[in-house]
């Protein structure tokens, strides 16, 4: 499975389990940390748990675990770090503080739904 590929499938996944605020950018060409951020946002700390869990193990299914998660007992942001893809779910609370979106608006929207 190709980058692309698997931040797309990261972002369809958390759709399907109901995260909002879903965005995938691609930061190959301003960044080493990585080809795709994948963003989302929980409603609760409950729920970010549970994205990760249903991401990392559904995932794993296809042949790919994350190399590292971080995070997860944090009340506002776990990281999914699959290489190429890194998958940072947060709640709405740490979602507008660390405002990645912003951060890495000079990175591109992908359009990850258009293809589902």
Do not use: C
Request: no cysteine; hydrophobic share 40%.
């Amino acid at each position: 499975m190709t980058s692309l590929e698997l931040a797309k499938k990261a972002a369809r996944l958390l759709d399907d389990k109901k995260a909002e605020r879903v965005n995938v950018i691609e930061i190959q060409e301003i960044s080493s940390l990585g080809d795709y951020f994948v963003i989302a946002t929980g409603t609760s700390t409950t729920h970010v748990r549970a994205l990760a869990d249903e991401l990392e193990e559904k995932l794993k299914a296809e042949g790919a675990a994350p190399a590292r998660v971080e995070g997860y007992r944090s009340n506002s942001w776990v990281l999914l770090d699959y290489s190429s893809v890194v998958v940072h779910i947060f709640t709405q609370e740490g979602r507008d503080f660390y405002d990645l979106d912003r951060l890495w608006a000079d990175g591109k929207l992908v359009d990850w739904y258009a293809d589902a």
